[in-house]
Structures are given as C-alpha cells and as structure tokens.
C-alpha cells in the first residue's frame, strides 16, 4: 500500500459533482505497531470499515481498537492515523466523501434538522460505533456499497449516492443531538495547530527538532506538550519523529539508495545510530532490507 506523504491528504475525489470514493488498503504482515494507516487529515467525511486484522485508530485524540467488522467514522478535518495490533496482514475499506454529496439543493427543514448539524460540523456522530444488532442496518449499508464499487452496475453511482445518504439518515436516528457530541472550539484550535506542526515535522524530516521547540511552536508547556501529542497520535513526540524517519527510510533503501546516503537523508549522522535504531524499530538491519530489495 502507497501512503501520501502530505499530512494533509489530497484525497482522490476526482468528480466534483460526484465526490465520493472507495479505497481497499491492505497493510502487510510485520512487527506490532507498524503504520496501517499514515497520520493525516482531509476536508471529507471518511467510514473506515475494518474486514481483517486488528488496529488501534486514534481520530482526534482518542484510540479506538478495531477488529473485523469494526465502523469508525472520521468527521471532516479530523486527525486521524492506525497501528497495526497484529504481526498478521490487516484489511479495511475507506468510504471517503465530501459533505456536498449530502446537501440538499434547496430549502428542506427536515434536511436541516437532521442531517445539516453534522454535515456542517456543528455535532458529530460517535468514532466507533457500537450496539450490535440495533446498528446492523448500518453495517448492512457499508457492505452494500461495496458490493456496489466492485461489481459497478449501471448507475452504481446513483445507488451509491442514496446508500451514503440513508446511511447518514441511520446515524441521525440512532445518535441524536446531545451535549457529548457537540464541537469543543478551544479542541479544534488546539488540533487545528497541532496539525501544523505535524506537517511542519514530515516535510522536514531530515531537520532535527526538540520536544521544547516544538511544545513552543503550539504553545505549550513542554509537559503538557508530550500529554497532547500522545493523545493525538499515539506516540510520544520522540518515538513518533523516529518511527516517521525510519519508514522514510525504508523507502529510501528499498529504492537502491545506500545505506550512508539513506541515513544522512533522514538527518541521522551517526551510521551506528542510524543502524540500532532501524533495527529496533523494523526488526531488521538496513542491510537485510537493502538484500530482500537488490
């Protein structure tokens, strides 16, 4: 599976009149608390539906385990990434679509009571859902627009349409307006700076910066900084630029470059360094990778 480098991801919705899409990604087998999913965030609502293997989710600081048969819903804009909980290969579809799938073309007072509050992001539906059979007809739905992607019938994407929109209609129903699912304003600022220094950390990767210049660049005390950060991620601040640096090395091995060149372009000088560290985090030297790559 390729991952888009950028934080914030340009999601392929390629028709702005149809803006709507289904991603199948596969995460290979490997060690425990290896990326299935990069961290990033995008302007579309996005229903991750895991078939196979386990993960921990975090969206917008709080983890979430999932296992087969597992919806978690990413609101628009929210931060979001996963980790592998198995050795074993894990499966999940992404059902990614922008809000103006979903509005209505004029003025509906039962399409604004209902549906426009979380389309606009004024409440938001539950991470994880959970509720057995009660939720079934919700899970029913998901499956169904697969089936729909992949055998494409004619006018699949008019069925898809009105699928994702009985699927919101569903969700109204069952999770009704409360005080637990309104928008804190001081968390999206908060996430909302976080997400700039993220960006920030991946496009200069090779550029080291320390937990205290970085605390400082969202304005928070150190300490506090490494609560927030974990929260958000799942990782402390450094085990987070480490793990980021070594899969862009693996990249970087995989692709022919030597070692020496591979370390000196993830801003790690010390070759020994750069070796221990690659092997603690993937369980192989970048020696071994660089022979199961010739």
Excluded at 192 to 213: A, G, H
Excluded at 258 to 282: D, M, P, R, W
């Amino acid at each position: 599976m390729t991952y888009p480098q950028e934080l914030r991801e340009n999601t392929n919705l390629s028709d702005s009149l149809y803006p709507v899409n289904l991603f199948r990604n596969v995460c290979q087998t490997g060690e425990i608390g290896r990326t299935a999913l990069y961290l990033h965030w995008h302007e579309h609502f996005e229903i991750i539906y895991v078939a196979e293997g386990s993960a921990f989710f975090h969206i917008d600081r709080q983890q979430y385990e999932a296992t087969p048969g597992t919806i978690l819903i990413v609101p628009s804009s929210g931060l979001h990434v996963g980790y592998a909980a198995t050795e074993e290969q894990i499966t999940y579809w992404s059902l990614v679509f922008n809000r103006s799938l979903l509005d209505s073309p004029f003025h509906d007072p039962i399409h604004e009571r209902y549906l426009s509050p979380y389309l606009e992001g004024t409440l938001r539906f539950p991470a994880k859902l959970d509720g057995g059979e009660e939720l079934r007809p919700i899970l029913d739905i998901i499956l169904s627009v697969i089936q729909e992607y992949e055998q494409k019938e004619r006018a699949y994407e008019l069925v898809v349409k009105a699928k994702i929109h009985l699927l919101f209609t569903y969700l109204s129903r069952h999770f009704h307006p409360s005080r637990g699912n309104e928008i804190s304003n001081s968390l999206d600022k908060r996430m909302e700076r976080f997400k700039t220094l993220i960006l920030y950390i991946q496009k200069n990767y090779n550029e080291k910066l320390s937990l205290v210049e970085a605390a400082r660049m969202v304005n928070l005390t150190p300490f506090h900084f490494c609560a927030v950060f974990k929260a958000a991620t799942g990782r402390t601040y450094v085990d987070y630029v480490n793990r980021m640096r070594m899969d862009i090395a693996e990249r970087f091995l995989r692709n022919g470059e030597t070692v020496t060149e591979t370390a000196s372009k993830v801003g790690i000088g010390n070759l020994n360094y750069f070796t221990k560290l690659f092997k603690q985090i993937k369980g192989l030297t970048p020696s071994q990778v660089k022979k199961l790559n010739p």
